[in-house]
């Protein structure tokens, strides 16, 4: 709902600084929209007006505000509110040039001053900047974790068949969801090599999906590897090529990448470091060992047979022709850094045997599931040192995706999730990697790295709470700069409420549920939720707001999540998205977040 002049100013000024074109299109949409109230038309000759409520700061802020300011003074001074964010927000680190650079920020914005002309701020300021998520927001934007360790103590941001850009059966293979997966941070990029004749196309084996060429993957990931993040990229790829085309592929992968790839001497005992591996691309797959093994013994059995003078020369060739195809496999096999491949024994075998040799291990999430059941410990220790990686299951034909919390709570660090299939398990992955800076790899919590003795049990239910996470939700905003203000109901404003979710290990999990505020842009719920938590660095914090409706489904009003260990204390502007976690570019919620 539109506010009055006094409460627009300071929410459409940002808007305003980017250029009043875009206002005047906001109000041509909004041609039904009178001067503090919104007309609704009934049966196209009733009319219903709404009086448009003034947004105002909630007490707390306002309480906020009087404890930092000295003498009842109207104004904040850049001292003032360094303190208040350093005891309030604990932000210790806060400067006092910090200070002074949001005062300058905020003033520009809602007065559109291009000079530095004031050096406080007043309540509707302090509100202002409270509500920008840019400069307020509910987690840190920074790279923070330490990046030293090896490849598998991280979480790592990772998609499965990366160039379908829908259904699994029959959409179009392409370069764009690659290029559009690696501008949100994601790190690992999947694709399946198939051969045809002389080519190496990347399609979804034995179904209708249109294929993309190799080579324009390639080429696409070398552009696009770093534009979010300098963390290493790993390419996993499923392989069906014969050895002429992986000695061909081979070659396409060093005269793409070249000094980016990286790939080391001899097999890894111990995965290198993210650091280490800034701006390189490592290359996963199962070696293609097999066919050599079986060549050479051919060969081997071919000399102790006699010959005749006429198979001679052909025999020669012949033995040229191997000698040169094991060296374009051995060139292939020695860009592998991450060796995969299917075990010699059972699954749970593989998972308790120890070697000098790091690798990774593939499951699916119907074969992790099963294994969890009886062979969590064994999971958890496996991923300490070897990479683990989890892929959907073969019927999700449609591009959806499974709960990912499974795979992180034994330590998975490849969960592989269908970037294309928006739903709320895609809202946790996205949830999961806005932690670090959204860099792409999230450092594993100690539980999940410590030592043998002290294997965290992921079926435990008796777990102590560790620390409970207090959750007060005051207010949105934002929808009626964002959608028509019929989008919700053609007959009112919309009637908002606001769902809570824990998601992490059972014992943590949890739903909360304001109260619905009738026909109001602009909600106000003020109240607070308490979340106790046994494993708190493996939880999330997922909100979605939906608007009530009596005789349908209720319509989605946006939604975020969180990881829990990364929430800032104090208020905070939490941005919103849509289904599809775009970020919406005014919807916000006001929110505290509190530690006890």
């Known amino acids: 709902m539109k506010k009055s002049k006094k409460s627009q100013k300071g929410v459409t000024s940002k808007d305003k600084n980017k250029g009043m074109g875009k206002e005047k299109e906001r109000e041509k949409k909004s041609s039904s929209l009178e001067s503090g109230s919104y007309n609704y038309k009934m049966f196209s000759f009733f009319n219903r007006k709404f009086k448009i409520n003034e947004v105002e700061p909630p007490s707390d802020v306002n309480k906020a505000f009087s404890l930092f300011t000295e003498d009842g003074s109207t104004h904040m001074t850049a ?21 002074q650079n949001i005062i300058e920020q905020v003033v520009n914005r809602r007065h559109h001053i291009t000079k530095f002309a004031r050096h406080t701020l007043n309540i509707e300021d302090f509100f202002y900047f409270l509500l920008s998520d840019d400069l307020n927001g509910p987690i840190r934007t920074q790279v923070h974790h330490d990046m030293s360790a090896p490849l598998s103590h991280y979480f790592i ?16 293979c392409s370069e764009v969801p690659i290029i559009k997966a690696l501008q949100n941070g994601v790190r690992v990029i999947e694709l399946d090599l198939w051969p045809s004749k002389d080519e190496i196309l990347v399609l979804h084996g034995r179904t209708l999906t249109t294929p993309v060429s190799f080579i324009q993957c390639l080429t696409s ?15 996993t790829l499923e392989d069906h090529l014969t050895p002429e085309l992986q000695a061909k592929a081979a070659d396409m992968i060093t005269q793409t990448f070249e000094t980016m790839l990286y790939y080391p001497e001899s097999d890894l ?50 033995d040229e022709d191997f000698k040169s195809l094991q060296a374009g496999v051995s060139g292939y096999k020695r860009l592998i850094t991450i060796h995969a491949g299917k075990p010699k024994g059972s699954l749970k075998t593989a998972l308790k045997e ?26 958890v220790r496996f991923t300490q040192r070897n990479i683990l990686r989890v892929y959907p299951k073969g019927t999700r034909v449609t591009s959806s995706n499974y709960k990912p919390t499974i795979g992180w709570m034994h330590g998975a660090q490849m969960v592989a999730f269908n970037m294309q299939g928006y739903g709320k398990s895609l809202w946790l992955m996205h949830g999961m990697f806005r932690a670090n800076g959204g860099c792409g790899y999230v450092i594993k919590p100690d ?6 003795d002290e294997l965290f049990d992921p079926k435990a239910t008796l777990l102590p709470v560790q620390k409970t ?128």
Not at 79 to 97: A, G, P
Not at 157 to 172: E, P, R, W
Not at 270 to 287: D, G, H, N, V
Not at 357 to 365: D, K, W
């Open 221 to 235: 990931i070398k552009e696009y590897a770093f534009v979010s993040s300098p963390y290493p990229v790993i390419i």
């Open 447 to 452: 539980i999940l790295t410590r030592s043998a």
């Open 354 to 379: 120890v070697t000098d040799q790091v690798r990774r291990l593939s499951l699916s999430e119907h074969q992790l599931e099963k294994l969890a059941s009886s062979h969590g410990l064994d999971i």
């Open 157 to 172: 941001y990772t998609g499965h068949n990366s160039y379908l850009t829908g259904n699994q059966l029959s959409s179009d």
């Open 469 to 596: 996470l207090k959750v007060k939700i005051y207010m949105g905003d934002g929808w009626r700069l964002d959608f028509k203000h019929t989008h919700f109901d053609a007959y009112s404003p919309p009637d908002f409420y606001t769902k809570i979710f824990i998601v992490g290990v059972p014992a943590d999990e949890a739903k909360k549920k304001t109260k619905i505020i009738e026909d109001d842009w602009c909600p106000v719920w003020d109240e607070e939720f308490s979340f106790p938590l046994t494993v708190p660095e493996l939880a999330l914090l997922r909100i979605e707001v939906r608007e009530y409706d009596i005789s349908e489904k209720d319509d989605f009003g946006g939604q975020t999540c969180l990881p829990v260990p990364e929430l800032r204390t104090g208020f905070r502007s939490v941005p919103l998205h849509d289904k599809k976690g775009v970020k919406h570019k005014n919807v916000r919620l006001l929110m505290r977040f509190e530690f006890v």
């Open 269 to 318: 005992t111990e995965f290198p470091s993210p650091e280490s591996l800034k701006y390189r691309i490592m290359i996963s797959t199962k070696p293609p060992k097999e066919y050599l093994e079986v060549r050479s013994k051919d060969a081997s059995e071919d000399e102790s047979s006699p010959k005749d003078d006429s198979d001679a020369s052909e025999s020669d060739q012949e």
């Open 79 to 99: 001292e003032q509110l360094r303190r208040f964010m350093s005891v309030h927000q604990c932000e210790v680190s806060t400067r006092l040039e910090d200070a």
